[in-house]
């Protein structure tokens, strides 16, 4: 096993150490596995607070910080962070105008950020919660029922986390985050599979000279198998796909993310063709972003998440942002 690492058990937890290291502007509480930016609580701002199992960097804890998230909690890899964890970031992050939960739909995630709503509430909390389902790829997967969260969760995090900063009540936070999650769509391709630490092999089988169409972040099945593709052939299943189950009404912001072992030279190119497909359906793209934000430790391969856009999301997705991972107009 070739991997940058001192022993798979204590993965998470040096990866911590070295966040915090990194990011003084983040208070990391490594033993209990807690993101938070250092100036929360944030008089009259509602906490968004978001996590899941680690192996997905930037995604969450590079998330955090003014514009994102107030906080994150990283789980073990590819394994949901305890509801502990989560009621102690929302007690850590809440000023008294509550709370939002960023649950991806996973059914770890989703069970535990329920208890932990619960827990939160009893030291009274205000909580409300969001569910990313974005992928179309599949329903009902190995770890979901229903469809998975994936990319989208970038896009309502930042919006949401704009709104959360202009001071915006709770319940409009809300319903901005469930917006961009219902306006958004992903569909992700593997060419290799990832292998976790734990495991020190491929998480799956997937023979040379083919990729698997309609992959989930943690290497779940997808769609089917076929023979490798070109970039402009992937380019097209992929937003074809995307487009069938959400036929185009306004211009879209566009994620075009790799997986983790993918590099820019190919995630430019794979954009190249994206915008192609896009051009040709008449699709307008308001913005762009490319590159590595929603991972598979070292997944080789990528996914494309596009967001329908009204002037009032672009303007919240425009805001300034400051986290380790996401970061613009400041």
Known sequence: MRMLINVPETVVTDALRGLAAAHPELTVDVENRVVVRRDAPVAGKVGLVSGGG???????????????????????????????????????????????????????????????AE???????????????????????????????????????????????????????????????????SFGVALSACTTPAKGSPTFDLPPGELELGIGIHGEPGRERRAMMTSREIADFAVNAILEDMPPRNPVVALVNGMGATPLLELYGFNA????????RGVAVARTLVGNY?????????????????????????????????????
């Open 54 to 116: 680690s192996g997905h960097e930037p995604l969450h804890g590079g998330f955090v910080g003014p514009g994102m998230l107030s906080a994150a909690c990283p789980g073990e890899v590819f394994t949901s962070p305890v509801p502990d964890q989560m009621a102690r970031a929302a007690a850590a992050v809440d000023s008294g105008a509550g709370v939002l939960f960023i649950v991806k739909n996973y059914t770890g995630d989703v069970l535990n950020f329920d208890m932990a």
């Open 294 to 330: 929603v991972t598979s430790l070292d997944m080789a391969g990528a996914s494309v998440t596009l967001c329908q856009i009204d002037e009032e999301l672009l303007r919240l997705y425009d805001a300034p942002v400051k986290t380790p991972g996401l970061r613009w107009g400041v």
């Open 273 to 280: 063709e994206v915008q192609r497909v896009l051009t040709e």
């Open 119 to 185: 827990l939160a509430e009893d030291e009274g909390i205000q909580v409300a919660k969001v569910l990313v389902n974005d992928d179309v790829a599949v329903t009902d997967s190995l770890y979901t029922a229903g469809r998975r969260g994936v990319g989208a969760t970038l896009f309502v995090e930042k919006i949401a986390g704009a709104a959360a900063d202009e001071g915006q009540p709770l319940e409009r936070v809300q319903a901005v985050a469930r917006q961009v999650n219902e306006n958004s769509r």
